[in-house]
């Protein structure tokens, strides 16, 4: 026979659940919760679904629709890198660009890396970051897969704008795979070669112009810590990034030189119409808490924050999430 004390315990018990029971109750018969996209920003931020649109390879952000927001008009520069100089991989468009936009705002020069295909989104950011900024902008156009272009790009940095302080790996090639055996040795071989012996390539080029103060920065991604099943080979390399940041950040903290990575969900850039089929566009971001895809002007804050020695002098090593939630989103 049950105490009194246990009774006691037992009946409160009953009395939460049944109180739960009929909120649970109430909740069923009421009109079902809104999946309509969350805005916590300064701005409006581009909801779904987008227009139904499908690029070829490597993507156009000109011919993106709608636009993506990279100007993020409301951030104020504060000189957080003034003087500096910084490089950034894929720069013409998506997060490269509104990081180098972010980068020029608080003071540095910039000069971007791009395939010459692209050399129309390229003009634009280096119009937004000459007229607009105020900061210089080189062009560099080529292939990050050759370690020799590599060499050539920080050479004509360094020659340009008299030094280097930050590095940021973030060109990429993605394509999508229903299966493994549909990822030839080609498509594995192009994925690995740019998105991972790129970042090694330019980290060679670019260590001995880095001093005491520098940061390097690379691009990761939630694939890289969730996985995603129709991206294997590009899941592997992002793994592979956060891995090498954390490795290197360790060899190179005794030289002064901080490494970090950044790792987005989905972000409203030319690298996902460029791979996904059109119908699957509409709805692209939709698996976030956000219920919508990132803009770019959201996560270049990221970068301006681990790259800034008044504000990340504490930090190296870490993958830094920008998910728009603390769940892993099953899209690419």
Not at 19 to 44: F, L, N, P
Not at 267 to 290: C, E, R
Request: proline share 6%; with cysteine.
């Amino acid at each position: 026979m049950a105490s009194k004390k246990t009774a006691a315990t037992v009946a409160k018990q009953r009395k939460v659940q049944r109180e739960i029971d009929a909120a649970d109750k109430k909740k069923s018969s009421s009109k079902k919760k809104s999946d309509k996209a969350i805005q916590a920003g300064a701005r409006t931020h581009h909801e779904n679904p987008m227009p139904k649109q499908h690029q070829v390879k490597p993507g156009i952000e000109a011919k993106l629709k709608p636009r993506p927001q990279f100007r993020n008009p409301d951030y104020r520069g504060s000189g957080k890198l003034d003087g500096k100089v910084a490089l950034i991989t894929g720069g013409d468009s998506g997060i490269g660009r509104a990081v180098a936009v972010l980068f020029a705002r608080e003071g540095a020069d910039v000069a971007i890396v791009y395939l010459d295909v692209e050399q129309v989104d390229a003009e634009e950011t280096k119009r937004v970051i000459e007229r607009e900024e105020k900061r210089r902008c080189l062009l560099l156009p080529g292939d990050v897969k050759d370690a020799q272009f590599a060499i050539d790009a920080v050479e004509r940095t360094v020659s340009e704008f008299g030094g280097l302080d930050i590095l940021v790996n973030n060109a990429a090639f993605q394509e999508h795979a229903e299966s493994i055996d549909q990822i030839t040795e080609e498509h594995l071989d192009l994925t690995f070669r740019t998105n991972i012996y790129g970042y090694f390539h330019f980290v060679k080029a670019a260590l001995p112009h880095l001093g005491e103060g520098s940061a390097i920065i690379n691009s990761g991604s939630e694939t890289g810590i969730f996985g995603q099943p129709i991206l294997l080979d590009y899941s592997a390399t992002k793994g592979a990034i956060h891995a090498f940041t954390k490795s290197l950040a360790t060899n190179l903290a005794p030289k002064g030189i901080r490494v970090n990575a950044v790792a987005p969900g989905p972000v409203w850039t030319p690298l996902n119409p460029a791979d996904q089929p059109a119908t699957k566009i509409s709805d692209f971001g939709h698996g976030t808490s956000m219920k919508r895809p990132a803009q770019p002007e959201e996560i270049a804050p990221a970068y301006v924050f681990l790259a800034s020695p008044v504000c990340a002098s504490y930090i190296t090593g870490i993958v830094l999430p920008v998910m728009g939630g603390v769940i892993g989103a099953t899209e690419a």
